[in-house]
């Protein structure tokens, strides 16, 4: 009995799991590669290599080390079979990409570095993003749910919103007129 509850689970996150890392990885390296791309505007590198060539490195580097952070964070998260927002996660997560990059990068003692680096850096930012995105998303429901209140066209418009009644009265007269248009072509 406990071994099904405990299967039930089981399946449960890794559905919950796979249908969501579009969300908790291309989503934040997508965003990554923009931000990138933006510092890479503001570089002051772009009179020396290029505009375009600057941007696209700077891009391409931010949207590299947020894959491969998120990668490491849900890799964690699925080893220890817990929640997304948990920041332990993120830490564990931040701290074994770090690693790996700053080795590739700068050594041993890079790897030191980056590893603090990307777990400081990293959880901070997923928990500032647990803290914000309630109140992003009750911001968005408001826009949405509201389709009458954020715009509202002035009564002397010619573009207007016709409600059920007005466009019944629409439908009803355009086809009074097809009718006659139709009457008067079978006259001739």
């Not at 509850?5 to 996150?13: D, G, K, L, R």
């Not at 016709?162 to 009074?176: G, I, P, Q, T, V």
Request: charged letters at 20%.
């Amino acid at each position: 009995m406990a071994s099904t509850s405990n299967s039930n689970t089981h399946e449960q996150v890794s559905s919950s799991s796979s249908l969501n890392w579009k969300e908790r990885i291309l989503l934040p390296t997508f965003l990554a590669g923009v931000a990138g791309g933006g510092a890479g505007l503001v570089s002051k590198h772009q009179k020396v290599h290029g505009l375009a060539n600057i941007c696209g490195t700077y891009a391409t580097n931010f949207a590299i080390v947020t894959a491969c952070y998120c990668g490491a964070r849900e890799f964690v998260r699925a080893s220890r079979t817990g929640k997304p927002d948990d920041l332990l996660n993120s830490a564990i997560g931040g701290f074994g990409s770090g690693a790996i990059l700053g080795r590739l990068q700068g050594g041993q003692l890079g790897a030191v570095r980056y590893s603090v680096m990307f777990a400081v850096v990293g959880t901070t930012v997923d928990y500032a993003t647990i803290r914000v995105k309630p109140a992003l998303r009750s911001y968005y429901d408001s826009l949405v749910n509201k389709k009458d209140d954020w715009l509202k066209l002035p009564e002397w418009s010619p573009i207007q919103v016709l409600d059920e009644e007005a466009l019944a009265a629409k439908r009803a007269r355009e086809e009074e007129l097809y009718r006659s248009v139709h009457n008067l072509k079978k006259e001739s």
